[in-house]
């Protein structure tokens, strides 16, 4: 796979970057990203080298500081709320703009799908739900409810995404953990897509 | 119990009212829920008054029609976006439009403790706490965590309104059932006072 069309690297030397951003947990997670991303792009037939590259690239600011997304916060003014939140909430939604920094990724279909893999949003494109969907089923995902959302993925991404999304706010109440406004919209978007059972 | 203060009529006479707008079934929860506000007012040093006729009409638009809420927020202003949910949420959040054209009630605590006693808010007042956990807890209600809402009832009105708004959460993404914005800021800011048990 080579993401020359997005990217002034090889994906070789792209890994070796990765290797000094994230742990090696992390990259085998995102690397496991960009295959499932790659698989459901054939599945849903969108373009294969976008979906991976977006799934590789999704955790890339996973293991910045609190201070560093505070400060990303203020130079690309996000809003003072958006501090309230943590490291969950921010790697998505602020991480973006670090990787259009380090990386020079201008691709917008791209960026939104890495802007909004943990949120979600209530307009999600193809290529957001490959890779918000992706993230939470790849192999090495192990919790409850992750061989339903597999099975769902292969039948329809909006029940996969309306799934995944109902047992983030599950899982998030039950360890008394705030919700972001954007996983409430993303929940109340799709969540007709299943069944009432 | 007289409401006079805000009321130009009896308790009696405001019975016989209620009973032309809502069931009977409706009218006992009414009822159970002012006794249940009266006996919170007392235990958390609140107008016992106030808090009772807050609970008395809670419920006093439940019956209205789709179209009478459609027009009420028209007429109020209230925005486009409230027109896509439904008597669960226009009861509280338009249904006090309606008490103040029937009833004549203008005290703004009464109006907005209805108001929002089936979503909470943010910022909730002493009143609308006791409103919105009465609601919940008064003694006729009879579902999973009911016992446990109640015990957090008599120890701590934020307690019990995190953990009713917890469960209220769960049992909608349960039945696959959209979930009003306000509700997820209640959860938000209330969801620390529980333990993370």
């Not at 969108?46 to 910045?64: C, I, P, T």
């Not at 609190?66 to 003014?77: A, M, T, V």
């Not at 990724?105 to 193809?126: C, F, N, P, V, W």
Request: hydrophobic share 35%; proline share 2%.
């Amino acid at each position: 796979m080579t993401y020359r069309n997005y990217l002034d690297m090889s994906r070789d030397q792209l890994i070796k970057n990765l290797e000094q951003k994230v742990t090696k947990e992390r990259l085998k997670h995102m690397i496991s990203v960009e295959e499932t991303c790659i698989r459901l792009a054939h599945l849903n037939h969108y373009d294969a080298k976008k979906a991976g590259l977006a799934g590789l690239l999704h955790d890339y600011a996973k293991n910045l500081s609190d201070s560093e997304f505070i400060h990303l916060i203020d130079k690309y003014q996000l809003g003072e709320e958006l501090k309230q939140w943590n490291n969950n909430i921010w790697h998505g939604l602020v991480g973006t703009y670090k990787i259009q920094e380090d990386l020079g990724i201008t691709d917008k279909e791209i960026l939104q799908a890495i802007r909004y893999h943990t949120t979600g949003s209530s307009q999600m494109t193809l290529l957001d739900k490959i890779v918000y969907v992706a993230d939470y089923i790849e192999p090495s995902r192990d919790f409850p409810g992750v061989d339903k959302a597999r099975k769902l993925a292969d039948i329809s991404l909006d029940k996969a995404v309306a799934y995944e999304t109902a047992q983030t706010i599950r899982y998030l109440v039950k360890k008394r953990i705030p919700i972001h406004p954007q996983t409430l919209q993303t929940y109340n978007a799709y969540i007709h897509h299943l069944n009432k059972d």
